[in-house]
């Protein structure tokens, strides 16, 4: 093995998992990406919020005039009670444009799939579905992947990109012998991603979110159809794996079907008119794996840190945790072409130390908003409902500003030509 390229096997789908692949191909390092299910796009339905610096990460991989054709620009947040009371107007959306010269794209996580999976060269060679898997082991030279089929994939190193219930994450902890039997990830909250025809009363490009006592509503409306997220408690805290039949799924929605997701639109109106096929009643798991790596095997996005829907982040944390990655890959590589276990475990340790602090933040900031928005505590209650409308959302907007304008990039590509207002922290290499 040690003859020949240095191939890296993804685990995982996804769009993380494809923009990884997207990236290694951009630093001409070999890859494969496996797949569980029969098809990439499974899940569809779900929508997807791309801020600004993972808009130009894609710019970066050439795609940002197909994500154009797909995706809907954001505006402006309206802040609603379940009564339609509209409680905040924010056009921080829009404003991040003029700050960082990049939109804040809304679309379809089917769509965004599509997109990265197009653009990857000789994509139907190099990305296997159906393809699930049994064990893994790793040696002095690489790595083996054993998959129910029967098959083995060899390569140099791994990289799981498979969710919150990672097979990667669970080999991890085997072969370093760190299990303590606990999962890392715990469900506080469930609910329903599904999307629909749009209707009157939805206005484009505007992002609603309804709060109230226990759950909370977000919906978009982007060309032609909206899509939504709604969240609620569970009765308790879970770390198991769950499914929910359809029959749950619709019980959920009779809950909501009064609340308002815009000033004249209840939920039970985008209810009837919802694509059931692609809805998915699901837990939204929180929590940080604590070894992201062990010799071969690594972790990116949901595998190794998961935070709920409400702040929009987890694709998006996940995605400049691959672009990093990428970069600490290459620069490994240029050293020596073959590296041993020991100096990739070097580089892997470099990838946690610098993404696990940058996470964190994220993480962080979705954990208290989505307990705000849902009104968890009276404190939570009193911040939502009182101090954060008084005080208008600048600082925070603020401090999302700072998160966005330290984004990854990719540090062997030509960096993009937009600008806004505000510099980048990172840049890639200049444009010939």
Same mark, same amino acid.
């Given at each position: ?57 894609l710019d970066q991989l050439g795609l940002l005039d197909e994500m154009k054709k ?70 002095a030279e690489g790595v083996r992947v054993h998959l129910k089929d029967g098959t ?6 791994? !990289?799981?990109?498979?969710? /919150?219930?990672?097979? &990667?994450?669970?080999?991890?902890? *085997? +072969?370093? =012998?760190?299990?303590? %039997? ?82 004249? !639109?209840?939920?039970?109106? /985008?209810?009837?008119? &919802?694509?059931?096929?692609?809805? *998915? +009643?699901? =837990?939204?798991?929180? %929590? ?104 208008? %959302? ?39």
């Amino acid at each position: 093995m040690s003859e020949r390229p240095f191939r890296v096997i993804i685990v995982g789908a996804g769009p993380v998992g494809l923009y990884l692949a997207g990236a290694l191909s951009k630093a001409n390092i070999d890859f494969v990406v496996l797949e569980q299910y029969h098809s990439i796009s499974t899940n569809a339905g779900a929508g997807i919020i791309i801020w600004p610096h993972s808009v130009r990460l894609l710019d970066q991989l050439g795609l940002l005039d197909e994500m154009k054709k797909i995706s809907g620009d954001f505006d402006n947040k309206t802040d609603l009670l379940q009564n339609g009371q509209v409680i905040r107007l924010s056009p921080v959306m829009g404003l991040m444009e003029k700050r960082f010269g990049y939109p804040t794209f809304g679309t379809s996580r089917g769509d965004l799939i599509r997109v990265l999976y197009e653009g990857l060269p000789n994509h139907e060679d190099r990305v296997k579905t159906n393809a699930r898997i049994v064990d893994m082991e790793t040696n002095a030279e690489g790595v083996r992947v054993h998959l129910k089929d029967g098959t083995v994939e060899e390569g140099s190193i791994v !990289v799981g990109t498979d969710g /919150v219930h990672s097979k &990667t994450r669970e080999a991890i902890q *085997r +072969l370093s =012998n760190t299990s303590t %039997g606990k999962h890392p990830m715990t469900a506080t909250f469930y609910g329903i991603y599904g999307n629909a025809p749009a209707i009157d009363g939805c206005e484009v490009g505007m992002f609603y979110e309804t709060r109230g006592p226990g759950r909370v509503i977000q919906l978009s409306c982007m060309g032609d159809r909206m899509f939504y997220a709604l969240l609620k408690t569970l009765d308790r805290p879970t770390t198991e794996k769950r499914s929910y039949s359809a029959e749950e799924m619709e019980q959920v929605a009779v809950e909501f079907a009064e609340d308002f997701v815009t000033p004249t !639109v209840k939920f039970k109106e /985008v209810w009837a008119v &919802t694509d059931k096929t692609t809805a *998915r +009643l699901v =837990n939204q798991e929180e %929590g940080f794996a604590e070894k992201w790596y062990h010799e071969r095997i690594a972790l990116v996005g949901d595998s190794a840190h998961k935070m709920t829907s409400i702040t929009g982040q987890g694709f998006n944390s996940g995605m400049h945790s691959a672009a990093f990655l990428a970069n600490e890959l290459r620069k490994t590589l240029q050293s020596n072409p073959n590296p041993t276990t020991e100096v990739l475990e070097e580089t892997f340790a470099r990838y946690q130390r610098a993404r696990e602090g940058e996470t964190q933040a994220l993480f962080q900031n979705g954990l208290d908003a989505t307990r705000q928005v849902t009104w968890y505590s009276w404190r939570a209650w009193v911040l939502d409902r009182f101090i954060f409308p008084w005080l208008d %959302g600048t600082h925070k907007f603020e401090q999302f500003c700072g998160l966005i304008r330290g984004g990854q990039v990719l540090d062997y590509v030509p960096a993009p030509v937009r600008k806004g207002k505000l510099p980048w922290l990172r840049n890639g290499v200049s444009p010939p």
